[in-house]
């Protein structure tokens, strides 16, 4: 069986090379043709790459990606003209254009399903978990949200956020937009701090911004503590959480590739799953200080290859649903 995934980034990405590398060792230790083509961060960029292998390679068995706004319809319409199965990867389409798309398998039948998780509880869980890292009184604690773009899936990340800090009494002075990108994270904190200079907490949608706003802090010599977090659990945002430069991680989300494979291989092995599911849900995780020695799996390469990955299809573990998925350690657990 041939699989096909479309990153959505560039290949010196770090999140998205490791969703990569862990779909490749999972493909290898399934025994499936694995190919990975890159979006460039563009949804223009996106389609004509797609397009372009398309036109031009062997039409693979099944395809992995992620729907980018404004572009989803046009993706979706060259894979059913293929017939090609697929899934996809996070819930990044909203208002008219979902409309459009449908959920899986409503308007495109080879729509297999989707591989998510909620945005929202994980915006609201990073507030939660750097507000606590704080250990201040709830009226001394002072926010800045930094975002990603304008869309669905940095929207619901903020919105997360915003819903915890407004349930808590909490004040935010200012959210800003920085484009996922670790520059404008800086320049943006350094001017937010000087309007707000009694800024405590910084909350960011991404650990590479979370890396710029704690850049900008050291720059200007900040003395005072001010806790930060984002979202991936990049190695060098977990080393800054080891150095107490940064407070907060939340991810787990890097797997989502493998258990895209993963379904892809039981459904093309005869399981039914797929045919009576539109979805896999998964929660993710904080990793603090606190928790994270029990982390440090993920960030040795080498180990990944001591995780058995038969063992969680359900083909060959005999399991009717992907219960692992909403449990992280006991994928470290199955570490050999």
């Known amino acids: 069986m041939s699989v096909v995934m479309v990153n959505p980034s560039v290949k010196d990405d770090p999140f998205w090379r490791k969703v990569e590398q862990l779909t490749q060792e999972a493909a290898t230790q399934l025994g499936v043709h694995f190919e990975v083509i890159y979006g460039e961060g563009n949804r223009f960029a996106q389609l004509d790459v797609l397009k372009r292998y398309l036109e031009y390679r062997a039409t693979p068995d099944y395809l992995i990606l992620i729907n980018y706004p404004g572009g ?32 899986a398998g409503e308007h495109f039948k080879n729509w297999l399903g989707e591989i998510y998780h909620d945005n929202f509880k994980a915006g609201y869980l990073l507030a ?60 943006k904190t350094e001017k937010l701090m000087k309007r707000y200079p009694d800024t405590n907490l910084i909350w960011c949608a991404s650990d590479l911004m979370a890396l710029g706003s704690e850049t900008a802090l050291r720059q200007s010599a900040t003395t005072s503590h001010v806790a930060i977090g984002g979202f991936d659990w990049l190695d060098d945002a977990l ?15 890097f797997m989502m590739g493998v258990w895209a494979l993963i379904s892809l291989y039981d459904y093309h092995h005869g399981n039914p799953y797929w045919a009576t599911h539109q979805k896999m849900e998964f929660d993710l995780e904080a990793i603090t200080k606190d928790n994270i020695a029990q982390f440090s799996a993920i960030r040795q390469s080498k180990e990944w290859e001591k995780i058995d990955f038969r063992a969680l299809t359900l083909t060959h573990s005999g399991q009717k649903d992907y219960q692992v998925i909403h449990r992280f350690d006991e994928l470290l657990h199955s570490l050999k």
């Open 72 to 103: 989803a319809e046009q993706s979706l319409s060259m894979l059913s003209k293929y017939n090609i199965k697929f899934v996809t990867l996070e819930q990044t389409i909203s208002g008219a254009e979902r409309t459009a798309i449908g959920h």
């Open 128 to 187: 939660k978990t750097l507000t606590q890292t704080l250990q201040q009184p709830k009226e001394l604690v002072k926010p800045i949200l930094i975002n990603g773009h304008y869309g669905s899936e940095s929207d619901a990340r903020s919105d997360g956020a915003k819903a915890y800090f407004k349930e808590q009494g909490i004040d935010v002075a200012q959210t800003v937009f920085a484009a996922w990108s670790k520059d404008q994270a800086m320049e």
């Open 239 to 253: 080393a800054f959480i080891e150095k107490d430069k940064l407070s907060a991680s939340v991810g787990g989300h």
